[in-house]
């Protein structure tokens, strides 16, 4: 079997500057393959004897040297793999095996990409929770493209089996830079992104959340016995940083209810809901899963989705009189608790009805940004999470028992969320030392 090259000319218009591609020819007997490869030479100086460029300052010493390599590497992988079936399909492959290594690993290991993909697929949890991970797999295919179309890194690719420290640092930098590359590469993203959002820079506790996704995916991969890589694991979780809860007192919460709204129908419905999930407590996604078939002898029982894969055990909280009063003012279709609206107009009703009520208590926040505090009114800054936040700090405060509130809120023993809930204020400091007396 013999390997020989030779030059197919480009053309050009500059004869001083004729480039020609590289060509690979296998012959043995009956079987003569040839190929033309991606690798191009100036034809002034290339020497066709050596197959190297001749003494010259006008080539980059770089570039003699990495053509010299390509070569001999390529002359190597073509004898060592022929046999008796070598078609152009094979020695095409030779070539790219050799100029592209990451496509040639990729034949045989699935890309991180791909990985993600069966991570999203096989995934058994909530629907937040979901919807988390296919964020992070199309934020991580925008991180490829990037690289590719605007580094010019033709062929990269990212693989769980070598992926390093460094790489992950890098797509930590690159989604905290990306709201600016947006500005800065307007056609490259208006394609890429799932939908038009506000371009603005993600806090630095979305950041810490992603990553964190980014290491139990990988954790996931090591489990299934995909990859030995550690990395997960000397990169390490971090915990973010919260401020101090806020919520509503009883009697902010009693002002929504006793709320004269008969001139704001669209008010008086969120307010329903709202004041009802100020007395239930549950995550809003188990709200809106509840019917009137969870009213079991005066009390809600549901299972939470998101703990019912690590616990799944049913929660029971007694339906207050005034959670029963608001269920008796509706009588919804398909058996439904409440009217309920999509979680953004929820959102933006609890706002405009805790304005609208006057509800406008100043509240400390953690900028998580720049991890400075700013103040704002409650109005601007509550949510369908606020509901929760009421029900658990407001019990907290007449029962200081983490245990038996845990038991009515859903949260699994230890949970590092729930103690973000609960807050101890001055008035259950003056009644603790009033104890001590």
């Not at 007997?29 to 490869?37: F, L, N, T």
């Not at 709202?274 to 969870?294: A, I, Q, S």
């Not at 009213?295 to 005034?322: M, N, S, W």
Request: glycine content about 4%; charged content about 30%; overall charge positive.
């Amino acid at each position: 079997m013999k390997v020989s090259i030779y030059l197919k000319k480009q053309a050009s218009l500059d004869k001083e500057l004729s480039r020609s591609n590289l060509c690979f020819r296998v012959r043995e007997r009956s079987v003569d393959i040839k190929v033309v490869s991606e690798l191009v030479v100036y034809d002034k100086y290339w020497d066709m004897e050596t197959l190297q460029y001749k003494r010259t300052t006008i080539i980059p010493i770089v570039e003699q040297k990495r053509i010299a390599e390509q070569i001999a590497s390529i002359i190597e992988v073509i004898e060592r793999t022929y046999s008796d079936k070598a078609d152009s399909s094979w020695l095409k492959q030779s070539i790219e095996d050799v100029l592209h290594p990451t496509i040639a690993y990729e034949r045989t290991h699935p890309s991180l990409l791909k990985r993600i993909k069966e991570y999203a697929e096989k995934f058994e949890g909530t629907d937040g929770a979901r919807q988390a991970i296919l964020r992070f797999e199309r934020q991580m295919k925008r991180y490829h493209d990037y690289h590719r179309e605007i580094l010019g890194e033709q062929d990269f690719t990212l693989f769980v089996e070598t992926l390093t420290i460094e790489q992950m640092n890098d797509f930590r930098e690159y989604i905290k830079s990306e709201y600016l590359f947006r500005e800065q590469y307007p056609d490259f993203y208006s394609s890429r992104l799932y939908y038009n959002t506000k371009r603005k820079e993600l806090s630095n506790t979305t950041i810490i959340n992603l990553m964190n996704l980014f290491c139990v995916f990988l954790h996931w991969c090591k489990k299934m016995q995909y990859s030995n890589n550690d990395v997960f694991e000397r990169y390490g979780c971090k915990v973010p940083t919260y401020g101090d809860p806020f919520y509503l007192t009883r009697e902010e919460r009693n002002i929504l209810y006793d709320a004269d709204l008969s001139d704001y129908p669209k008010l008086t419905i969120i307010r329903d809901i709202f004041v009802f999930h100020c007395y239930v407590g549950c995550r809003v996604g188990d709200l809106y899963r509840l019917t009137k078939d969870n009213i079991v002898d005066g009390f809600i029982e549901y299972t939470p989705q998101k703990t019912k894969k690590c616990l799944a055990k049913t929660v029971r909280v007694p339906l207050h009189d005034k959670a029963k009063k608001i269920l008796e003012r509706h009588n919804c279709e398909n058996g439904k608790l409440l009217p309920f609206k999509q979680i953004y107009q929820y959102n933006q009703g609890i706002r405009e009805l805790l304005k609208h009520c006057g509800i406008d208590r100043m509240v400390t926040l953690l900028d998580t940004h720049g991890y400075q505090t700013v103040q704002k009114p409650l109005y601007e800054v509550a949510s369908s999470h606020t509901a929760r936040k009421t029900f658990v700090g407001n019990l907290y405060k007449q029962v200081p028992d983490p245990n038996l509130i845990a038991s009515m809120s859903g949260h699994v023993d230890g949970s590092r969320a729930f103690a973000r809930y609960r807050n101890i204020d001055d008035d259950m400091k003056r009644r603790l030392v009033e104890m001590i007396n």
